[in-house]
């Protein structure tokens, strides 16, 4: 924010900054307790979901709703909650964010954790703001009894097909630079 913008747009960032913080919240409210309709209202009628491992992917808003069914469908009992946004205004209709978030979830009746990364992009939609695009980048997904020792591998997110390499931190451009460094 810059101090070029008057104090009532200002204001506006603010309250907006706080609606899309609150996204992410009412995100997690809507996974645990299974309510679609209000997941699915938090995204642009052509939002895409994604994850860099592909395990999750959707186009639409009713795509991301379908997805949802399916993959709560397998899941017990599970609490997320989202913390430390940081959200970066591209106009006063459309902004970035990334927002990061642990998970305690039962796929399958396993007793899992999870900490992640969304990468998000918000649009105005009307008198509300909405995900347009969300990433979900893994640090790791484990069943609870593997968590020990689960940091120690690069292969952190256990999926259907088995365990697979985590998204996050390790393909980021400053992580590989950091590593390059360290191995000269």
Known sequence: MTQSLSLESRVARLEARNAITELSAQYAVACDVRDLDLLGSLFTEDAVLDTPNGSMQASG????????????????????????????????????????????????????????????????DGDCWRIARRVLNFFYYVPAADYAEALARPDRVVVAQGRIAADYPEKTDTWRAFAGRRTQ
């Open 61 to 124: 808003r009713a795509a991301i709703v379908a997805l949802f069914e399916r993959v709560l469908a397998i899941r017990g009992p599970g609490f997320h909650w989202t913390h430390d946004p940081v959200i970066r205004f591209l106009s006063d209709t459309e902004a970035t964010g990334t927002i990061f978030c642990h998970a305690e979830t039962t796929p399958n009746g396993v007793q899992s954790v999870a900490a992640l990364r969304y990468d998000d992009a918000y649009r105005r």
